[in-house]
């Protein structure tokens, strides 16, 4: 399987840096994973409606540039639906089986996704009703799919 998660902003923190490396390595062993890091829109701090609209729909065109025709997009989105690591396992197992075998995540900036970028998705993903930083967001990611594949293969993953 082809997994790349396309993700806007960038990552300056090092112990998220090294936590999305462990886990990065770890999945080669299991699928390519490939991380597509998009710069986010500059904008000032304070924004109307139409400001935010505009600094989405440009990072949105970025995003959609990076997506192919035969990629499974699964947009992360508070809107999702919320899975358990179980399902989401059972989610990529099922994509594998149908010949499925690019995926796409999607992680937006810090004022979420296009509509354009929710259109084009298969489906959305909660994590949690809550907010979470873009930036952590790939470390939870890349651990989840990690996990997925664990489950898959019933090899043992801590709980």
């Known amino acids: 399987m082809n997994i790349t998660i396309i993700t806007v902003g960038k990552l300056k923190e090092k ?9 990065t390595k770890r999945l080669g062993a299991y699928a390519k994973i490939d991380i597509v890091e998009l710069a986010d ?6 924004l109307s409606d139409s400001e935010m609209q505009q600094v989405k729909n440009k990072e949105g065109e970025r995003i959609l540039s990076k997506i192919s025709p035969d990629h499974h997009v699964i947009a992360l989105a508070i ?18 089986t149908y010949g499925k075998s ?13 509509d354009e970028v929710l259109k084009r998705a298969d489906e959305k993903l909660s994590f949690s009703k809550m907010t979470f930083p873009h930036q ?24």
Request: zero cysteines; proline letters at 3%.
């Open 102 to 114: 690019k995926v796409a995540f999607i992680i937006g900036g810090s004022l979420g996704l296009s």
């Open 41 to 46: 829109e500059k904008a000032p701090e304070v």
């Open 136 to 159: 952590l967001m790939r470390l939870v990611l890349v651990e989840q799919v990690y996990r997925a594949f664990r489950i898959n293969r019933g090899e043992p993953y801590h709980k």
């Open 79 to 96: 809107q999702g639906e919320m899975k358990s690591s179980e399902e989401l396992a059972d989610t990529l197992d099922k994509l594998a």
């Open 15 to 23: 112990y998220l840096k090294q936590g999305i490396a462990e886990y």
